[in-house]
């Protein structure tokens, strides 16, 4: 090719490039589920990033701009399918440390089972006082942008989430304070960590608690394939003559998909049972015409029908989350702590122009009794539910335990 002809590719590449930034923008802007959480509705993406889209010059370039669209969402859903080395950490996948903005600072509400962060000693309630090398106010700021608006804590608690998590090439460095000590860790990334998780689909034990037999199940977060069903199916009959039964689902940070939910959760029917409530705001927004719609689940098999406890965390997310509310619905005692708060359902999109395909939140679930999805808290309500308690004991397994023993 002449130097001329591939001057021409080139450009029309750049083209491609700018073009699908351009109609991720524009996907935002129409489908995004969640337009409230700004000013006046206004999902303010285009007026923070339209001006880079000039410079984008190739797929990395337009990758990386994908990604700071949906950290501008504060959304951990929305993510690009494809990503680079240097990557932020997808949270809650690949974090061990729950940061929120608390009147007090930059506060760790949980540290991850079997994580890095936990072995190193870090305990909830510690402080974050730098990140990157900065002042955690400083490195916060510099990760959103100097945009008044954006300056509220819920995206301050995502910004400081997503840069504890690290990046992935990176060892990371996080400045900390507790009872009086400063002190700064080095961890590796989970990129680089293996959890200290059993490996089977699921973990199936049962024990002895006040003179009753209980059965507990624990998903290694393995709600997104489908043989876990199968699984489930042979770990149920195996507890077949349990008392009552706990479901920990505080590992299911990859999320999964509907139909293990619904595989899961079919076993603990004996009629179809609404167990979740959608809705797609695009459509009232465009057409004024509200779309709603409940989501059932059918019995299958011989159904369980003793006491269930289901213990829920931080790192319980999307699908778990859905599980959760779920087996609330249907009555079961829920423990734990506020999950992953992962926004909706998402939808995949392709950019035209380049292939790439991104992760959209573009719908609304509810609890059956209206409570949006990232706003449910379990009845039993710890104040974090990975960490062991001071004490070495697992509280929120404790109280689901005294739960079946009352029931």
């Not at 504060?74 to 680079?84: A, K, N």
Request: with cysteine; charged share 20%.
């Amino acid at each position: 090719m002449s130097n001329w002809g591939q001057s021409q590719a080139d450009q029309r590449y750049r083209y491609g490039v700018q073009s699908d930034a351009y109609a991720l923008l524009d996907l935002i802007e129409n489908r995004f589920a969640y337009a409230e959480r700004f000013p006046n509705w206004i999902v303010p993406v285009r007026s923070e990033l339209q001006a880079q889209i000039p410079y984008l010059q190739g797929r990395n370039d337009l990758v990386r701009f994908c990604q700071n669209a949906f950290h501008a969402l504060f959304d951990h859903h929305s993510i690009t399918e494809i990503g680079l080395l240097d990557d932020y950490a997808l949270v809650p996948s690949f974090a061990d440390l729950w940061v929120e903005k608390t009147p007090s600072g930059y506060q760790i509400m949980d540290v991850r089972r079997g994580s890095p962060a936990l072995q190193a000693g870090i305990r909830p309630g510690t402080m974050i006082t730098s990140l990157e090398g900065k002042p955690i106010e400083q490195a916060v700021a510099d990760f959103i942008g100097y945009y008044p608006y954006a300056l509220n804590d819920e995206r301050r608690a995502y910004a400081a989430r997503v840069m504890a998590a690290g990046r992935k090439g990176w060892v990371r460095r996080i400045g900390l304070f507790c009872d009086g000590l400063h002190w700064t860790v080095e961890l590796p990334t989970l990129y680089h960590w293996r959890l200290k998780r059993d490996t089977n689909l699921i973990s199936v034990r049962s024990v002895s608690h006040l003179g009753r037999r209980f059965g507990i199940m624990r998903f290694n977060d393995s709600l997104g394939y489908n043989e876990t069903v199968q699984a489930f199916d042979y770990a149920l009959n195996t507890l077949s003559g349990v008392d009552g039964l706990v479901l920990d689902l505080r590992d299911t940070a990859g999320g999964g998909t509907a139909l293990v939910a619904r595989g899961i959760l079919s076993r603990f029917v004996s009629a179809p049972t609404v167990y979740q409530r959608h809705e797609l705001p695009s459509d009232e927004r465009d057409f004024g015409v509200r779309r709603t719609w409940n989501e059932e689940v059918t019995p299958r098999g011989w159904t369980f029908n003793r006491p269930v406890s289901v213990i829920s965390g931080r790192w319980t997310a999307s699908m778990g989350e859905g599980l959760t509310v779920g087996f609330d619905a249907i009555g079961a005692g829920t423990f734990g702590t506020d999950m992953a708060r992962l926004l909706g359902g998402i939808s995949n999109h392709k950019l035209p122009e380049t292939d790439i395909t991104v992760k959209l939140t573009t719908e609304k679930l509810f609890h059956v009794d209206g409570t949006p999805r990232e706003q449910f808290r379990p009845r039993g309500y710890f104040n974090y539910a990975d960490a062991p308690g001071e004490d070495g004991q697992d509280g929120p397994m404790n109280a689901a335990l005294d739960y079946l023993s009352q029931h």
